[in-house]
């Protein structure tokens, strides 16, 4: 691995449970950035603050509806947040407060990477948080869609202006 690879950008999304938002994340921004032809320099991930679902596949309701719109979500399986992923990401962004503040208590002071809320990055949404639609209705799972697909555009413009990419090869 070139020290340039090394360098490179490196996404981890979170959620509470890794089965419904940051694993829709996760499978969106991946399609964005294979489409644009940047899979070799941004790796992208996802994790739960939580324990729970760890080893499991995404939640039905998020593979079916993301499935519709054209992202699989079948590969990925649960798993949680690590003290590695502090030194291995250097975008760390959560889906909601509380999740943001679970990562601060475990992320080490001296990380220099971008540890915030992803929504942050889409100016277009009012919204702060990724709503967690576990207990409620289809409907919401079409909703964390829309903010998801909009917030990766914008996440995607804002690492391409970030000049920490190097010129396509
Ligand atoms: P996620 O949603 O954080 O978007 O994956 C949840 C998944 C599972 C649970 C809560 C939220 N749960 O309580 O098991």
Redesign the pocket.
């Known amino acids: 691995m070139t020290a340039e690879k090394r360098e490179g950008v490196s996404v981890l999304f979170v959620?509470?449970?890794?089965?419904?938002?940051?694993?829709t994340a996760h499978a969106v921004f991946r399609h964005r950035v294979d489409q644009a032809g940047l899979s070799n320099q941004i790796k992208v991930d996802s994790c739960?603050t939580?324990h729970?679902?760890v080893g499991e596949p995404p939640?039905s309701r998020s593979t079916a509806e993301a499935a519709e719109r054209g992202y699989d979500m079948t590969t990925l399986r649960g798993r949680q947040l690590q003290t590695s992923d502090f030194s291995d990401f250097n975008y760390i962004l959560a889906?909601d407060m509380a999740?943001l503040s679970n990562v601060q208590v475990q992320c080490p002071s001296d990380y220099e990477g971008h540890l915030g809320l992803f929504l942050d990055f889409a100016e277009s949404i009012n919204e702060r948080e990724v709503p967690?639609?576990?207990?409620g209705g289809d409907e919401g799972f079409g909703e964390v869609l829309n903010m998801v697909e909009t917030a990766s555009d914008a996440l995607l413009e804002a690492i391409v202006k970030s000049g920490r990419l190097h010129a396509a090869d």
């Open positions: 959620c509470l449970g890794n089965i419904c938002r940051s694993p739960g939580a729970w679902h939640d889906m999740n967690d639609p576990y207990y």
